[in-house]
């Protein structure tokens, strides 16, 4: 979460108003447990507002209509280069949100598995190309970024090369904070077993027939 220059610490937090996505979002979630892990209540301690996309809540942070926000990457990146400074990363916290997933429904997965292998063996060579071709990924980020500044760029680049696993297995973990998170939602959630949500069986096999392993043994650029 980025703040302004008056906010030191998460203690400073207390009163201020922070921009999430929306209710009920993984923006909004994550920034729930990251003020309980600092012994803040949510809504009662922090005032937490729906704010829209991380460009307008950028926005909305720069322009001081409020006094944080949930924002990653780029934005991150740009909102420092402006004085604002990172009060609560989420990354060093032992909180574990899903992120970065691939949601399928079982019947579609039971009647085409060989589109959903092929699918995961095109999207683990596009984390390898990401992690290992750093100006292939440049040049992505900054068409779909439509940013041109080679130092936002870059910092961008390494916020998320470490985000990708290169053997991305779902986290049982993630989808139990997600679970907990849904209770008002769905009843009993956080009784349900993560296990039952996630299959590993297509990334498994790819791993094990060494599909991954020859993807990153092929030259690369740097």
Do not use: W
């Given at each position: 979460m980025v703040t302004g220059p008056n906010i030191k610490s998460p203690a400073d937090l207390k009163n201020k108003k922070i921009g999430?996505?929306?209710?009920?979002?993984?923006?909004?979630?994550a920034l729930r447990e990251a003020l309980r892990h600092y012994k803040l209540t949510p809504d009662k301690d922090v005032t937490i507002l729906q704010t829209g996309g991380e460009a307008t809540r950028f926005a909305a942070l720069t322009?001081?209509?409020?006094?944080?926000?949930?924002?990653?990457?780029?934005?991150?990146?740009?909102?420092?280069?402006?004085?604002?400074?990172?009060?609560?990363?989420?990354?060093?916290?032992?909180?574990?949100?899903?992120?970065?997933?691939?949601?399928a429904s079982k019947k579609f997965l039971a009647s085409n598995p060989e589109s959903a292998r092929n699918f995961l063996k095109s999207w683990v060579e596009g984390i390898k190309a990401y992690k290992t071709d750093k100006e292939l990924s440049l040049k992505v980020l900054a068409k779909y970024l439509k940013l041109n500044d080679r130092d936002v760029l870059e910092k961008s680049y390494e916020i998320y090369r470490p985000v990708y696993k290169k053997v991305p297995y779902g986290d049982k973990r993630?989808?139990?904070?997600?679970?907990?998170?849904?209770?008002?939602?769905?009843?009993?959630?956080?009784?349900?077993?993560?296990?039952?949500?996630?299959?590993?069986?297509?990334?498994?096999?790819?791993?094990?027939?060494?599909?991954?392993?020859?993807?990153?043994?092929?030259?690369?650029?740097?």
């Open positions: 999430v996505s929306r209710y009920g979002s993984l923006t909004d979630m322009t001081g209509a409020i006094d944080g926000a949930m924002l990653s990457g780029d934005k991150k990146v740009q909102a420092e280069k402006m004085g604002f400074h990172v009060t609560i990363d989420l990354s060093q916290l032992p909180i574990y949100y899903p992120v970065n997933g691939v949601v993630a989808v139990t904070f997600a679970l907990e998170q849904m209770t008002g939602e769905i009843p009993n959630s956080a009784k349900l077993n993560a296990a039952d949500f996630i299959d590993n069986t297509i990334i498994t096999e790819l791993e094990k027939t060494g599909f991954i392993d020859h993807l990153y043994n092929e030259p690369s650029k740097k």
